[in-house]
T-cell receptor, first 113, second 116 residues
């Protein structure tokens, strides 16, 4: 079945450091891919998305490229801020699994001043 | 202002009581979902509905029930059969999946349920 694997956290960085959170997926169909962010005590917010191979999603300085050949969708940001501290979830959706979303376990990011 | 609204934000339940969590969306989405999130954990799917008057069990449906009588509403009842209901509950909605189209999920702000 479909699955999403993310790097284990927590990830702790200093302000202005470079961020990479790895995400790989397994899907029998041709999925859409998403990154969501969750701040403490809140729901998930869509950070960025990509619907086909080689698409690059970007938002708020974050980027991720849909790599079909490596089944990956790694999240990157060139210079993190303290306000980026949150939990990040990689997710996919396709025709399988009742058209539902499959989420990774989440990666907690802490950015220190 | 379109969105998805969960209420209440905090809910306390006594042992043996049923409680109902509200979820309303005005995004005209066909699909709606309920997830459970435990501290420091990921999301687990409780129930989902792809269309009005139809819903399916997710991975952890035992002790929960739902209804989908209206497109915009998908309430979740936590019954007394749910042995460990203390958790953060998230509702979401989305358009139906279509390859190459924008079909992301929109989430509510969550309801934190505590058994007292």
């Amino acid at each position: 079945g479909d699955s999403v694997t993310q790097m284990e956290g927590p990830v702790t960085l200093s302000e202005e450091a470079f961020l990479t959170i790895n995400c790989t997926y397994t899907a029998t169909g041709y999925p859409s891919l998403f990154w969501y962010v969750q701040y403490p005590g809140e729901g998930l917010q869509l950070l960025l998305k990509a619907t086909k191979a080689d698409d690059k999603g970007s938002n708020k300085g974050f980027e991720a490229t849909y790599r079909k050949e490596t089944t990956s969708f790694h999240l990157e940001k060139g210079s993190v801020q303290v306000s980026d501290s949150a939990v990040y979830f990689c997710a996919l959706r396709d025709d399988n699994y009742g058209q539902n979303f499959v989420f990774g376990p989440g990666t907690r990011l802490s950015v220190l001043p | 202002d379109g969105g998805i609204t969960q209420s209440p934000k905090y809910l306390f339940r006594k042992e043996g009581q049923n409680v109902t969590l509200s979820c309303e969306q005005n995004l005209n989405h066909d699909a709606m979902y309920w997830y459970r999130q435990d501290p420091g954990q990921g999301l687990r799917l409780i129930y989902y509905s792809q269309i009005v008057n139809d819903f399916q069990k997710g991975d952890i449906a035992e002790g929960y029930s739902v209804s989908r009588e209206k497109k915009e509403s998908f309430p979740l009842t936590v019954t007394s059969a749910q042995k460990n209901p203390t958790a953060f509950y998230l509702c979401a909605s989305s358009p139906r999946f279509a390859r190459g189209r924008d079909t992301e999920a929109f989430f509510g702000q969550g309801t934190r349920l505590t058994v007292v």
